[in-house]
């Protein structure tokens, strides 16, 4: 019966087409209609952001122009400075896998108190949630200073300072891995009456353990490009020389500096990488 | 013989409003296995998950060994559950853990929080747990990771996991459904043979009403939310499965091939 009702509404429906001359819709009216308005608002967007900022032509006119003496002063690299550097740089890793391991111990227990799935107590969880999400709000910058400030220039400051963003992040990705792989790890120990340490160290630590060292190589790397950053805030590291450089316009020492910056970040890239790539097989 | 559960008056509302069992009553006595038929989304899984308290239920009780389930403690929950082995469908393994490993969980409900975050497993329950694995057939492969067996294989783990408890009940929910029908065949004989030599009874959820009828003593059939046959698996007239899968027919039409 439903082969002789098919084919009636896709005619008439062709029959009005040609009648008028239309286009047959074809898209999903709704989603069509979002992205009208997400393109539309953010057209408008641009162009009040365009007008809020001060447009000197003439500005970049003379900024352009000072590139190629810039460009040059920089070329023209010293290797005087490497060694003072190379120790600072070292510094700098050092200050970030620190934060970072001292993090990781809170880190671990945190996210499984701060899980959905896994928080012994509902509320305890939520206040957890909160808590990090707040610590996440406040940028690294500013939990530095405020470590500066209250202990003194030095990388001790660093350290402590990177300490919350970074156990923030470790909770916040660890907690969301739990919740997204561990139900079904939960109710197979739940099952046979274990207690919620046997759940935590004999289910979900074991299989979640890979993808926890991952998002720690990950981590890391941010946490040496912080460093790097927030030693022109008085953390130590490489960070501090750097900032001197720029102060005394010292492009030669300059170059040097970014380039090891560079070379430490890529080399780093290229080992998370290939410890995760390990790690998912 | 004498009865281990008892679900009176059992009804789970979710917190959506939906209504999964409605007025459930059930007798389990020991050694029973009992097959719960009914097309997806019947309540079967609900049923099996509320006797250990995966899924709170809403109203009822359930008493399981002269313990009432529902209203146990945390503590005394853990030792309910612990004389409770449960299978799943999807077998549930630590996959990164070894096949023993993953038996000798079994043991976890009677350890300490202590000895079970340190591995401190008896070594009897380890020679039980290796005598189940060679019983299911599953001798060479003890000390693999759980992910490098195939899904038959899993399931055996899993069985073995459960029977490694040492249970008076056996929850098993859907536990061939993912299987193909040779290992299917295998996992049941496994779990039935098992089950009859300890005297363990079993609640097994099936999707398969001819599996069903080969190994069950008796058959619950549960549709939208309520029992609406129990009894020996003989009287089950075709009659009756017809109206239990009805509005469902195509679940009964898969099951054929």
Redesign the interface.
Known sequence: MSKSQMPIPETLLMKESMLTKKKIPIAHKQTKRQQQYFFTTVGILFIVCLLQIDISFSQFQEGVARIPSVLSMMLQMSFTEFPGLASEMVVSLVTAFLSLVLSIVFAVVLAFLAARNTTPNRHIGMLLRFLFMIIRAIPATVWVLIAVASIGFGTMAGVLGLIFPTCSYLVKSFSAQIEEVGQ??I????????????IV???LI??L??SFLAITAFRFEMNVAESVILGMVGAGGIGLLIQGYISFYEFSSLSLGILMVFITMFLLEFMTTQIRRRMSN | MESILKITNLAKRYNGGTLALTDINLEVKKGEFIAVIGPSGAGKSTLLRCINRLIEPTEGSIEFLNQRIEKASKNDLRKIRSKMGMIFQHYNLIYRSSVLENVLHGRLGYMSSVAGVFNRYQEADKREAIMLLEKVGLEAEIYKRADELSGGQKQRVGVCRALAQNPELILADEPIASLDPKSSAVVMDAIYKNCKEQGIACLVNLHQVDVAKRYATRIVAVKAGTIIFDGPAGELTDDMIKYLYEGKEQEMFEQAN
């Open positions: 079904e790890t109710e197979a120990l739940q099952s046979v009456g274990a207690t919620w340490w046997h160290f004999r289910g074991p299989t353990l890979t």
